[in-house]
């Protein structure tokens, strides 16, 4: 055992470290390629720790990894070293620039209109930080990932709201304009096809000038696992796609696409930033504080709440 009047040798705090990403990791080689070293490298570390501490703190079989009560603790009590000293860091570090590479997933409508500009701006002030993006509509879990970070989009119908650090809101686009009949009182049937793209069981709008809440119903649904395909298909006059008014932009102005209800609430996209680690690497986290803090561009944007969500997912 240590010196309990002696600090912890850098070696001892390495392999804390390693330990720390197995816990989260829940894996020895989920943890190795979080790290970006070695498996035996990281099985070692465990090993010496444990020869080190004279303590069992996880139980290793070829199938999983289990922590013990003991490693239960002692990861509770490396985590919150480990926080602390990336505090203490920030107090010294907190306007530098970081490097580093960053892994993101998110979907595909987000990857192609939303994040470019937020890249953009956070590397006027961190250069040096590198990206790797995949762009898919199929969430991907984060837990043993080589992703740092997910950004999800949850749909919330007009009157509701989801939890995120910012709303996009949506609208309702078409090559032409449908003809909308009401039904029932609470009902609108819309003429075009509706391409479905966001897992939206139905359709809530509240009208512009009452604020009435009804259900728009199209007769037939084309279902599609990706937004931007959705929006391919209604320039070709397929029906009509909700979207953020950012993926369409370039098409409005042109008239290559028209908003078929301007001023219309069909409801919101809410954005959670989803980080794979506890303790992120410091260029994931001046990202993720980037993202959820006050508008990263400086110009007007979508409603923004403050958060800070992380988790394993």
């Known amino acids: 055992m240590p010196n309990k009047n002696s600090l912890p040798s850098a070696q001892t705090l390495r392999r804390m470290t390693y330990f720390a990403a197995i816990a989260e990791a829940g894996s020895i080689r989920g943890a190795a390629e979080q790290l970006n070293v070695s498996v035996p490298v990281v099985s070692e570390a465990l090993s010496d720790l444990e020869d080190e501490l004279d303590v069992t703190l996880a139980v290793r079989t070829t199938r999983k990894l289990q922590l013990t009560q003991t490693g239960v603790e002692f990861y509770a009590a490396v985590t919150e070293m480990l926080s602390a000293a990336h505090k203490a860091l920030d107090t010294v570090a907190k306007d530098r620039p970081v490097s580093g590479k960053i892994s993101i997933t998110l979907p595909v409508e987000l990857a192609a209109h939303w994040l470019p500009e937020r890249i953009a701006s956070f590397q006027q002030v961190h250069p040096e930080v590198a990206f790797k993006i995949e762009a898919n509509d199929q969430v991907t879990g984060l837990k043993g990932s080589a992703f740092d970070m997910a950004v999800r989009a949850a749909y919330a119908p007009p009157g509701r ?21 009401s039904e029932a009182g609470v009902k609108r049937v819309i003429s075009l096809p509706f391409l479905k793209a966001y897992g939206v069981e139905r359709i809530d709008i509240a ?26 298909m209604a320039r070709k006059g397929l029906g009509f796609a909700l979207v953020t008014r950012a993926a369409v932009a ?51 944007s979508p409603t923004r709440t403050r958060s800070r969500q992380t988790g394993r997912r």
Do not use: K, W, Y
């Open 161 to 181: 709201t989801e939890p995120g650090f910012e709303q996009l809101p949506l609208i309702a686009v078409a090559r032409t304009v449908p003809q909308i009949c």
């Open 207 to 232: 009208d512009a000038d009452s604020g009435q809440v009804f259900q728009l119903i199209s007769e037939q649904v084309i279902e599609i696992n990706n937004r931007d395909a959705a929006i391919a």
């Open 250 to 300: 370039e098409d409005l102005a042109p008239g290559r696409l028209l908003n078929i209800l301007p001023g219309a609430d069909f409801g919101q996209v809410a954005l959670r930033c989803l980080m794979r680690d506890r303790l992120p690497s410091p260029a994931a986290e001046a990202f993720r504080d980037f993202l959820t803090g006050p508008s990263p561009s400086g110009s007007p």
